[in-house]
């Protein structure tokens, strides 16, 4: 089971985008979920994050334009992001600490959906 993010695409300075993230398959126990991007030749930096009682964080490059929220019942992420900026422009990937079945505990980013604000 992996998370698959989409949703990205190209938009102006100033518009909407909203990506989502799903599993490829059932998970059974899903806790902290969350957004993270990485710009050409910079390193991945977290963009916000939920946990499955709802409670979030973001950076304070994205305070007051980007909004995270989760869909428990389908183990669904969203992130819309408002008045994006070129900066904003990056490969997001979702994160998940799921477990499948009784296997361990795990970590996944999914692969990643390209974001390009253009000025």
């Known amino acids: 089971v992996q998370l698959q993010a989409s949703g990205g695409g190209l938009v102006q300075a100033g518009g909407s985008l909203t990506l989502s993230c799903a599993p490829s398959?059932?998970?059974?126990?899903?806790?902290?979920m969350g957004w993270y991007r990485q710009a050409p030749g910079k390193q991945r930096e977290l963009v916000a994050t939920?946990?499955?009682?709802?409670?979030?964080n973001y950076a304070d490059s994205v305070k007051g334009r980007f909004i995270i929220s989760r869909d428990n019942a389908k183990t669904t992420l969203y992130l819309q992001m408002n008045t994006l900026k070129p900066e904003d422009t990056a490969v997001y990937y979702c994160?998940?600490?799921?477990?499948?079945?009784?296997?361990?505990?795990?970590?996944?980013w999914g692969q990643g959906t390209q974001v390009t604000v253009s000025s």
């Open positions: 994160y998940g600490h799921f477990k499948v079945g009784r296997g361990p505990w795990r970590d996944d």
């Open positions: 398959g059932n998970i059974n126990s899903i806790t902290t």
């Open positions: 939920i946990t499955n009682g709802g409670t979030t």
